[in-house]
């Protein structure tokens, strides 16, 4: 089992800056794939941006240029910093890990709780 634990949210400006936190837990040795991801309201969930556990990141290309991921290994940690954020940016950020076999068959998929992100006009 993992725990995800997401943190950083809030209200912010148009044009400014946030940086989300997931701190991570239990069996993170199985994990290799980790991103986030996003839900707006009353739309689905979608890809924000991954980051293998070879290093190998690929963003939505609605944040290209304007969020970085990034995750500390020894702290167990998983970050976005948010740049330059828009009111569309608005939305419930989610924390998410998996584990993919030899297969590249999915085998795992854990869910944090979810930081609201509110950016104003």
């Known amino acids: 089992q993992v725990q995800l634990v997401e943190s950083g949210g809030g209200l912010v400006q148009t044009g400014g800056s946030l940086r989300l936190s997931c701190a991570a837990s239990g069996n993170l040795a199985s994990i290799n794939v980790m991103g986030w991801y996003r839900q707006p309201a009353d739309k689905q969930r979608e890809l924000v941006a991954t980051i293998t556990d070879r290093g190998s990141i690929d963003y939505a290309d609605s944040v290209k240029d304007r969020f970085t991921i990034a995750r500390d290994n020894a702290k167990n940690t998983l970050y976005l910093q948010m740049n330059t954020l828009q009111p569309e940016d608005t939305a419930v950020y989610y924390c998410?890990?998996?584990?993919?076999?030899?297969?590249?068959?999915?085998?795992?998929?854990?869910w944090g709780q979810g930081t609201q992100v509110t950016v104003s006009s």
């Open positions: 998410n890990a998996r584990y993919y076999n030899e297969y590249d068959i999915l085998r795992a998929n854990y």
